[in-house]
């Protein structure tokens, strides 16, 4: 099956730090992938949609000078979290949508960010 | 915006059904989805059913779809302690500029007591 990687899986910085997440499909080609954010207990939060090859798309009250998004290639998008601040600590999740469907969607494992 | 509503907990008896509920607001979904997440981890999807169908059925899971009414519910037949999780059910439709987006709800935290 098809299978989304994220790296790291966790990562404790310090405030003022930059964070570099990647989300990697390893078996198929993602034209679009998504970031999410979840807070404890609580949903998840669509930050923006990543398009191979141009800008992503932030959703309303998400700061896209905060929150940089790349992404490079079809099976490679990476969200940078810089000068991160302690209320940046969060659970992040991607997600991957295989080329050719629009409903074949596929989720990374998370990334658990805490900044000090 | 598009609004997807579940109920927060569930708790069940160990080889009991469990149902969980969810509700839609997007008249135009096309696809409405139920993930897994346990502690720490990513989501898993567990089954999807495409709008135009009733109910789908998958080894322990049934999903009903009442399109009408806009509900649909996930049951997990013989309930074991491995299914405690939380449930996200999601939706998604061809309205709008992004393809494939999900609208999720809050999660339902299931319990399973032995």
């Known amino acids: 099956g098809a299978v989304v990687s994220q790296h790291p899986s966790w990562v404790i910085c310090k405030s003022g730090t930059s964070v570099k997440i990647e989300c990697r499909s390893l078996?198929?080609?993602?034209?679009?992938m998504f970031w999410y954010r979840q807070f404890p207990k609580q949903s998840l939060m669509l930050m923006a949609t990543?398009?191979?090859?141009?800008?992503?798309?932030?959703e309303q009250g998400v700061e896209k000078d905060k929150f940089l998004i790349n992404h490079a290639s079809l099976t490679l998008s990476t969200l940078t979290v810089t000068s991160a601040h302690p209320e940046d600590s969060s659970f992040y999740i991607c997600?991957?949508?295989?080329?050719?469907?629009?409903?074949?969607?596929?989720f990374g494992p998370g990334t658990r960010l805490t900044v000090l | 915006g598009e609004d997807v509503e579940q109920s927060l907990f569930l708790s069940v008896r160990e080889g009991d059904s469990s149902v969980i509920n969810c509700t839609y607001t997007?008249?135009?979904?096309?696809?409405l989805y139920w993930y897994k997440q346990e502690p720490g981890a990513g989501l898993q999807l567990l089954t999807y059913?495409?709008?135009?169908?009733d109910m789908k059925q998958d080894q322990r899971l049934t999903v009903l779809l009442n399109k009408k009414d806009k509900h649909l519910s996930l049951r997990i037949a013989d309930t074991q302690t491995g299914d405690s999780a939380i449930y996200f059910c999601?939706?998604?439709?061809?309205?709008?500029?992004?393809?494939?987006?999900?609208?999720f709800g809050r999660g339902t935290q299931l319990t399973v007591w032995p």
């Open positions: 997600s991957a949508l295989a080329a050719g469907t629009y409903n074949e969607q596929f």
């Open positions: 078996d198929f080609q993602a034209t679009t």
């Open positions: 990543s398009n191979e090859g141009s800008k992503a798309t932030y």
């Open positions: 997007d008249s135009s979904s096309t696809y």
């Open positions: 059913i495409f709008s135009n169908m």
């Open positions: 999601a939706e998604t439709s061809d309205r709008g500029s992004t393809l494939g987006r999900l609208y």
